[in-house]
């Protein structure tokens, strides 16, 4: 299956679901609340759409481990900055909004003014946006360990 028939099938998957769950409330603008201490309620925080994408789909967990890495290392370094994307296709652009959530942080892809192409904004908004710490347990091994899916090596 190449790139183009993953983006066909995730662009139908984009109009059938609504990613962003309007109808619960995100973790972090629960007031008092108790932010996830386990790789399983870390997982759990994910969309129920997006967590049955994660089950159901091979995926590349190369590039979901990458898309981690490289949000948690910004988020380490600037926890109040907006980190912003670029992505090639829809399927990582899903990817990208799973692990935002899994990470507890704010996502948001839009289209760009002019030109035919999406940008994803993610931000912190744990307290005041001050602070990041990533869960104990990578998204992509939590998945890989409990068999969910049967990610493809890249």
């Given at each position: 299956?190449?790139?183009?028939?993953?983006?066909?099938?995730v662009s139908e998957f984009e109009n059938v679901y609504d990613i962003t769950d309007t109808h619960t409330p995100q973790p972090s603008t629960v007031a008092?609340?108790?932010?996830?201490?386990?790789?399983?309620?870390?997982?759990?925080?994910?969309?129920?759409?997006?967590?049955?994408?994660?089950?159901?789909?091979?995926?590349?967990?190369?590039?979901?481990?990458?898309?981690?890495?490289?949000?948690?290392?910004?988020?380490?370094?600037w926890p109040s900055s907006v980190y912003i994307a670029q992505l090639p296709d829809g399927y990582r652009r899903l990817m990208l909004h799973a692990v935002?959530?899994?990470?507890?942080?704010?996502?948001?892809?839009?289209?760009?003014?002019?030109?035919?192409?999406?940008?994803?904004?993610?931000?912190?908004?744990?307290?005041?946006?001050?602070?990041?710490?990533?869960?104990?347990?990578?998204?992509?091994?939590?998945?890989?360990?409990?068999?969910?899916?049967?990610?493809?090596?890249?």
């Amino acid at each position: 299956m190449s790139f183009d028939d993953v983006d066909r099938e995730v662009s139908e998957f984009e109009n059938v679901y609504d990613i962003t769950d309007t109808h619960t409330p995100q973790p972090s603008t629960v007031a008092g609340r108790k932010f996830a201490q386990t790789a399983s309620e870390c997982f759990n925080r994910i969309n129920r759409n997006l967590r049955t994408f994660l089950r159901h789909n091979r995926f590349p967990a190369g590039e979901l481990q990458h898309l981690e890495e490289e949000l948690v290392a910004f988020f380490l370094e600037w926890p109040s900055s907006v980190y912003i994307a670029q992505l090639p296709d829809g399927y990582r652009r899903l990817m990208l909004h799973a692990v935002s959530q899994y990470l507890d942080l704010d996502a948001r892809s839009f289209d760009v003014p002019g030109c035919q192409k999406r940008q994803t904004h993610v931000e912190n908004n744990r307290g005041n946006g001050d602070s990041f710490s990533p869960p104990p347990t990578p998204l992509a091994t939590y998945i890989h360990d409990k068999k969910f899916a049967c990610p493809v090596l890249v």
